[in-house]
């Protein structure tokens, strides 16, 4: 019998796709512990990173200061009001800020993110987006790149996505196709999992 969680042919997003998820204007920016957070990611100076649905760039502003003078920092972002504020702010710095979906090809450089981070954004993601963003990270992230993905945990919590929005670590695991490293509990209301590129794409 089919697992209607098996996303190989995507039955969990298929099942409960319906209605759009509107994330216009959303940040975790007040859940989230930060430190923990960059911790896991364990981003080093010079790295370039991807902050894919960056919002109003919290989270590309901590990369920033990480990676210093000789890296770069991607804020990307379909919300274009969203992205043209963080443009006018982060001028003359190491973050480009640039209005794009990353479920599509985004025209940034093949392998060259060591780091792509989506905080909050798959859950929003409908099926037909789930082979483009997989194509697209795979094509993006460096030899020895890793993804990171920070969802809210699939359980009940005072605010956040549905019930029926929300993934676990295995969901994003059965449906991305990339080698799972690590995962990191964020305690009562959010986790951040962490990806490689299959062995044969290394590099
Ligand atoms: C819930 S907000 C999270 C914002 C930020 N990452 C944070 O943690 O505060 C989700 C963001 O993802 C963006 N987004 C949704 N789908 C996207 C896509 N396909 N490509 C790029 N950005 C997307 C939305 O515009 C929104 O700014």
Same mark, same amino acid.
């Given at each position: 019998?089919?697992?209607?969680?098996?996303? +190989?042919?995507?039955? !969990?997003?298929?099942? !409960?796709?319906?209605?759009? !998820?509107?994330?216009?204007?959303?940040?975790?920016?007040?859940?989230?512990?930060?430190?923990?957070?960059?911790?896991?990611?364990?981003? $080093?100076?010079? $790295?370039?990173?991807?902050?894919?649905?960056?919002?109003g760039g919290?989270?590309s502003k901590?990369?920033?200061?990480?990676?210093? +003078?000789?890296?770069?920092?991607?804020a990307?972002?379909?919300?274009d009001a969203g992205i043209a504020a963080l443009k006018a702010e982060s001028a003359g710095t190491?973050i480009t800020a640039l209005?794009?979906?990353?479920?599509?090809?985004?025209?940034?450089? +093949?392998?060259?993110?060591?780091?792509?981070?989506?905080?909050?954004?798959?859950?929003?993601?409908?099926?037909? $987006?789930?082979?483009?963003?997989?194509?697209?990270?795979?094509?993006? &992230?460096?030899?020895?790149?890793? &993804?990171?993905?920070?969802?809210?945990?699939?359980?009940?919590?005072?605010?956040?996505?549905?019930?029926?929005?929300?993934?676990?670590?295995?969901?994003? $695991?059965?449906?991305?196709? &990339?080698?799972?490293? +690590?995962?990191?509990?964020?305690?009562?209301?959010?986790?951040?999992? &962490?990806?490689?590129?299959?062995?044969?794409?290394?590099?």
């Amino acid at each position: 019998m089919k697992d209607d969680r098996d996303c +190989s042919g995507m039955g !969990h997003y298929e099942k !409960h796709a319906a209605p759009e !998820h509107s994330h216009r204007g959303k940040t975790t920016e007040s859940f989230l512990d930060k430190k923990a957070v960059l911790a896991v990611l364990g981003i $080093q100076p010079g $790295q370039t990173v991807l902050d894919a649905g960056c919002g109003g760039g919290y989270m590309s502003k901590e990369f920033s200061r990480l990676v210093g +003078s000789g890296g770069r920092v991607y804020a990307l972002d379909s919300d274009d009001a969203g992205i043209a504020a963080l443009k006018a702010e982060s001028a003359g710095t190491n973050i480009t800020a640039l209005v794009g979906d990353i479920t599509v090809n985004t025209g940034l450089p +093949s392998s060259t993110f060591d780091l792509i981070y989506l905080s909050n954004v798959v859950h929003g993601f409908n099926p037909g $987006q789930i082979p483009g963003f997989r194509e697209e990270v795979r094509r993006l &992230l460096a030899p020895g790149g890793k &993804l990171a993905v920070l969802e809210m945990v699939k359980r009940a919590t005072p605010f956040g996505p549905p019930m029926e929005r929300r993934l676990s670590p295995e969901d994003l $695991q059965k449906f991305l196709g &990339l080698v799972p490293l +690590s995962t990191l509990d964020g305690g009562e209301y959010f986790y951040v999992q &962490l990806f490689g590129k299959p062995d044969g794409e290394r590099g």
